[in-house]
């Protein structure tokens, strides 16, 4: 099992362009999650998924859109890029088994993002 | 709203040299707390989960302990090998979604 992919790995952007990182897994995971991770800051929930076609709103989530069409793929995209969205981006999934049991995230390893 | 601090912010220490880091948490229902590891350009590894206060468990030399309002990691005998960025996380019986809040994390530097 490859576990959770990033494709880019490094992107470089001018303001106002768009693009979109693509996160896929094999884990057969209902969850999945995009973070952006800046110095000082730590990581940052964007949006996350708690099943295919469903979506919803994290921490930081203006600027981002994403979309959850098929199970293994969550896409985040930036419609027009701003210098505020260079960061680090990862991806991690999750799977649950009940309300009880804690689920842990496995992470991706990260797209590295500078908007220019 | 969920917080979580860690400290200290970097830790240097020599081969052998043990020690610990703390994470401190607020939430309103602990789910679990969550640590994991991150070298350099990489995303973060997976370590341990912890339920409930008085909890521990180990993975070689890396022991977590959990109280109702902290964490330790605790390092024995580190390697340099050991050295990356330490985070802590937790997940909020009140969220949905299995959200984490992470802390900042604590840069272990270990030297030879």
């Known amino acids: 099992n490859a576990g959770v992919t990033q494709t880019p790995k490094f992107r470089v952007l001018k303001t106002g362009q768009s693009m979109t990182l693509l996160c896929a897994q094999d884990m057969n995971h209902e969850y999945m999650y995009w973070y952006r991770q800046d110095p000082g800051m730590g990581l940052r929930l964007i949006h996350y998924?708690?099943?295919?076609?469903?979506?919803a709103k994290g921490e930081v989530p203006d600027g981002y859109n994403v979309s959850r069409l098929k199970k293994q793929n969550f896409l985040l995209g930036l419609e027009s890029a701003a210098p505020s969205q260079t960061s680090v981006y990862f991806c991690a999934s999750s799977y649950s088994v009940g309300q009880k049991v804690q689920e842990t995230q496995y992470f991706g390893p990260g797209t590295r993002l500078l908007v220019l | 709203e969920d917080q979580v601090t860690q400290s200290p912010e970097a830790l240097r220490l020599q081969e052998g040299e043990s020690s610990s880091l703390n994470c401190s948490y607020t939430?309103?229902?602990?789910?679990?707390l969550f640590w994991y590891r991150q070298d350099p350009g990489k995303g973060p590894e997976f370590l341990f989960t912890l339920y409930s206060a008085g909890e521990e468990k180990e993975k070689e030399r890396l022991k977590a302990t959990l109280t109702k309002k902290e964490s330790f990691l605790h390092i024995t005998a580190p390697k340099p090998e050991d050295s990356a960025t330490y985070l802590c996380a937790v997940q909020d019986l009140g969220t949905s979604g299995s959200r984490l809040t992470f802390g900042e994390g604590t840069q272990l530097t270990v030297n030879p």
């Open positions: 998924s708690v099943g295919e076609g469903t979506t």
């Open positions: 939430v309103s229902g602990l789910r679990g």
